[in-house]
């Protein structure tokens, strides 16, 4: 099972308990948005409820017009006792902003605990300004008993200048809570590499490998005997007990407590960075899929971003389920997954892929278009969902932060061009009728605005041949062969048919990990 969704995670895992009543997830581990003072405006709506709209930014895990209100009440049906927890909260002096945030929380980690199953893991990444408020969370949901560890990351060791001046302790750190789901769960103990002054012990050699001398002070005298016949043993002068030579491939390292100290965050200059702000190291989720699960198991992520869990599932030969709220993080995990790949392998990895919450073909699109339609009329806003798919996840673009109905344009990609120059494509999309008048209103936008290429996004049968004409009137771009005004169809798209610009379409915003991300025990001759 390989499968991403795109949606809210709650309205994914309430499906997913309806198909599954007993659970079918062996581990699931999230990194939700912290309810921290830099992000939390992006997440929810204010105290009030009251004439706001939730901000939409690409690559920001966000619930569009929550009511906290309404998912408290519907926890006093799920669990009384979360549902009390927090309704008292929310009438003493806690923040509203942080009530709103557990809130949403807990109802979305309740729906979790119910899809894993009886032998599986939980884990929640989280900082420490709320981890004491979610760790009694996660007690009413998964029981106290079934707590196992608070697993401290030290994340980084920077002690800058910004915080040198700070009147506290440099935070470096993040939480870990691991919960399992009941006493019987799988693990397995992590070992990490000895340091360089403790190999350095192992100072002798021969044909067996490195070793040192270890005094064997217990022992049994059947031990003593298999060590004396493979000729480890020696007895020193006057010695009270013997030495055993001490292989270094016989040990299996230091066992790895609560206190993750090794890992540190990505540097700018990591080969696996993608941009993506919050984004953890592979080695991290690799840590913690090799110790609550095994090959072959279901390892799910419904904060799932830019896709580091699914990526070290999917290396370590475990099925995993990917789920986010932005279409840009979908995308982007799919160029992770198939950037390492050759092109002639991708369509054969893709189609192991299942894709949830976005159109799979013409029909679905269009019912989709028709859905923005009815929604736009009734709103003032307008739900611009049909566009915000077709720009960020068809065309991997960058949607125009300012979302205009007609006269202007819904999304730009960025090319580069000589002398280190950067060119743009404008693309305006739409979903119900059209005639040549739209074509020529955004030829107007593209002169205006100083861009290069312009695309023109519809469905086939709106494409008329005034339309066509005007746009090839429009020109060619700068001495190439192709078109200034491109009319691209929802249909062409769909049959992998990309935008004509210098050097191609880099499906991308952030930048491609080069990383390989294949199961480690797969054929490559097989991509």
């Known amino acids: 099972m390989k499968q991403l969704y ?281 840590r913690i899929i090799k110790a609550s699960s095994n090959e072959g198991d279901l390892v799910a992520d419904f904060f799932c971003g830019c896709g580091t869990t699914i990526a070290a599932a999917n290396k370590l030969g475990r099925n995993w389920i990917g789920a986010d709220i932005s279409h840009l993080a979908i995308k982007l995990i799919l160029n992770r997954l198939t950037g390492p790949i050759a092109e002639g392998g991708r369509k054969a990895f893709l189609k192991n892929i299942e894709i949830n919450g976005f159109p799979k073909d013409i029909d679905s699109a269009k019912q989709l278009a028709k859905s923005d339609e009815l929604l736009n009329k009734k709103s003032k806003h307008g739900a611009f969902d049909f566009q915000h798919w077709v720009v960020e996840f068809l065309l991997g673009g960058i949607r125009n932060p300012k979302d205009i109905a007609d006269g202007g344009w819904d999304g730009h990609i960025i090319f580069p061009k000589n002398n280190n120059e950067k060119g743009r494509v404008l693309i305006e999309v739409k979903s119900g009728n059209v005639s040549v008048r739209n074509v020529r209103e955004f030829i107007r936008v593209i002169d205006s605005e100083e861009a290069d290429i312009g695309v023109f996004v519809c469905f086939a049968d709106m494409v008329t041949k005034p339309m066509e004409l005007a746009a090839k009137e429009a020109g060619n771009y700068e001495g190439y062969k192709f078109d200034r005004i491109q009319i691209l169809t929802i249909e062409d798209i769909l049959d992998d048919r990309e935008i004509k610009m210098p050097g191609g379409v880099d499906a991308s915003t952030f930048k491609q990990s080069v990383k390989d991300v294949r199961p480690e025990n797969v054929d490559p001759e097989l991509f």
């Open 6 to 286: 795109f949606g809210d995670c709650l309205d994914i895992l309430k499906d997913m308990y309806a198909k599954h009543p007993q659970g079918f997830i062996d581990l699931i581990y999230i990194d939700p948005p912290f309810n921290s003072k830099r992000n939390y405006n992006i997440l929810f709506e204010d105290v009030d409820m009251t004439d706001t709209k939730a901000q939409r930014e690409a690559f920001a895990d966000t619930w569009s017009n929550v009511s906290y209100k309404d998912e408290l009440g519907e926890l006093a049906e799920l669990n009384y006792d979360l549902f009390r927890f927090l309704e008292i909260l929310d009438k003493i002096d806690i923040p509203k902003s942080s009530v709103a945030y557990l809130t949403t929380m807990a109802i979305r980690i309740y729906y979790m605990h119910k899809v894993l199953k009886n032998t599986g893991s939980f884990y929640l990444h989280c900082d420490p300004n709320m981890s004491h408020y979610l760790k009694l969370v996660c007690d009413l949901i998964f029981g106290k008993d079934n707590f196992r560890n608070e697993i401290t990351w030290l994340r980084s060791t920077d002690t800058g200048s910004s915080k040198s001046i700070s009147k506290k302790f440099p935070s470096n750190t993040d939480n870990i809570l691991f919960y399992s789901k009941s006493k019987k769960f799988s693990f397995t103990n992590i070992y990490s590499d000895y340091s360089d002054n403790y190999m350095s012990r192992f100072k002798y050699q021969d044909d067996k490998g490195k070793f040192r001398w270890q005094c064997l002070k217990t022992y049994s005298e059947k031990r003593y005997s298999e060590l004396n016949g493979q000729n480890r043993i020696r007895w020193g002068k006057n010695a009270k007990y013997p030495d055993y030579k001490q292989y270094i491939w016989e040990l299996k390292g230091v066992l790895v407590s609560n206190n993750w100290v090794d890992i540190n965050q990505l540097n700018p200059a990591a080969k696996e960075r993608l941009g993506y702000p919050t984004q953890k190291p592979e080695a991290l989720m690799e």
